[in-house]
């Protein structure tokens, strides 16, 4: 496999529910990054993880609960999610963050009942 | 507040009509400028980047260019392949993060 992989592409999910998607990079990059993409709306970003190490939360609400084991996983957990968060989550990775380009998954297009 | 501002919103060209995107930032510290393509159903793929004001970049139809406020993407003799959502994206050197600012796109429709 090479780039970036997202799994699940899509997933349809109750608002008590708990699930997680994943994301894995081949690229050997050593940061990593979680954006949601809403209709109409610019790409937002959610966590960034340098070394795996978290570097930036950008007021994202506590339902959801990111996690990196290494520098190649990133990992986003679901809990008690809102029908407002339904939209593309797209993960992405980059080597270093100052001003490196980023790589992106296609995403898990996510649909809360 | 750093911001990026794309227009047109969408596009529609004919097979081989030349035109350009325009992405307007305000960055503190332009640190880069990316341009990316969406297609339906799939995450922006790179495309280019710029640093500094007067730098360009060409593959293939597109060409980027970079002045102190705006970027253009301009498509040579497009071709229905084309056809795409252009993203544009601005980081500065006070982007919490490093992270990048996204404009909301350009959808562009090449007809044949």
């Known amino acids: 496999e090479t780039g970036v992989t997202q799994t699940p592409r899509h997933l349809v999910m109750g608002m008590t529910n708990k699930k997680s998607l994943k994301c894995e990079q081949h690229l050997g990059h050593n940061a990593m990054y979680w954006y949601k993409q809403s209709a109409k709306k610019p790409l937002e970003l959610m966590f960034v993880?340098?070394?795996?190490?978290?570097?930036e939360n950008n007021s994202v609400p506590s339902r959801f609960s990111p996690e990196c084991p290494n520098s190649s996983h990133l990992f986003l957990h679901l809990h008690t999610l809102q029908p407002e968060d339904s939209a593309l989550y797209l993960c992405a990775s980059s080597q270093g963050v100052a001003n490196q380009p980023q790589h992106f998954g296609d995403g898990t297009r996510l649909s809360i009942l | 507040e750093d911001q990026v501002t794309q227009s047109p919103e969408a596009l529609r060209l004919q097979e081989g009509e030349s035109s350009s995107l325009n992405c307007s930032y305000t960055?503190?510290?332009?640190?880069?400028l990316f341009w990316y393509r969406q297609d339906p159903g799939k995450g922006p793929e790179f495309l280019f980047t710029l640093y500094s004001a007067g730098e360009e970049k060409e593959k293939e139809r597109l060409k980027a260019t970079l002045t102190k406020k705006e970027s253009f993407l301009h498509i040579t003799a497009p071709k229905p392949e084309d056809s795409a959502t252009y993203l544009c994206?601005?980081?500065?050197?006070?982007?919490?993060?490093?992270?990048?600012?996204f404009g909301k796109g350009t959808s562009l429709l090449v007809t044949p």
């Open positions: 993880y340098n070394f795996k190490e978290q570097t």
């Open positions: 960055v503190s510290g332009l640190r880069g």
């Open positions: 994206a601005a980081v500065g050197s006070l982007s919490a993060g490093y992270a990048l600012n």
